[in-house]
Nanobody, 126 residues
Framework: QVQLVEFGGGLVQAGVSLTLSCVAS?????????VGWFRQAPGQEREFVAS????????KYADSVKGRFAISRDNAKNTFYLSMNSLKQEDTGVYYC??????????????????WGQGTQVTVSS
């Protein structure tokens, strides 16, 4: 069983940058997993943000974050990241990291992910 722990959420002003981290432990080797980030705003369903294949060479982004966010991973550290630039108020929400056993696919479907972090709050103020 893979455990995921997130770090890096907080309250920031619009326009600044913030990086989230997700550390994996236990279960499958980290390189057997693709990874992703999803978020959930109050009163809304969880939505896809970004994903990366096991190597990090294949990535996918939601249109709303393309060009502002970047997903990356450090397989030696069992850690992946979401670098968020030019944050907007609409980026506010609880951010969840996920890991999928479909290692070659950078999926945008949350049903493809077997493991989830506990979530970290990101609040962007005006």
């Amino acid at each position: 069983q893979v455990q995921l722990v997130e770090f890096g959420g907080g309250l920031v002003q619009a326009g600044v940058s913030l990086t989230l981290s997700c550390v994996a432990s236990g279960g499958d080797a980290f390189t057997e997993l693709s990874v992703g980030w999803f978020r959930q705003a109050p009163g809304q369903e969880r939505e896809f943000v970004a994903s990366a294949s096991w190597s990090g060479l294949t990535t996918k982004y939601a249109d709303s974050v393309k060009g502002r966010f970047a997903i990356s991973r450090d397989n030696a550290k069992n850690t992946f990241y979401l670098s968020m630039n030019s944050l907007k108020q609409e980026d506010t929400g609880v951010y969840y990291c996920g890991a999928s056993t479909h290692r070659y696919i950078a999926s945008h479907y949350d049903t493809d992910y077997s493991y989830w972090g506990q979530g970290t709050q990101v609040t962007v103020s005006s």
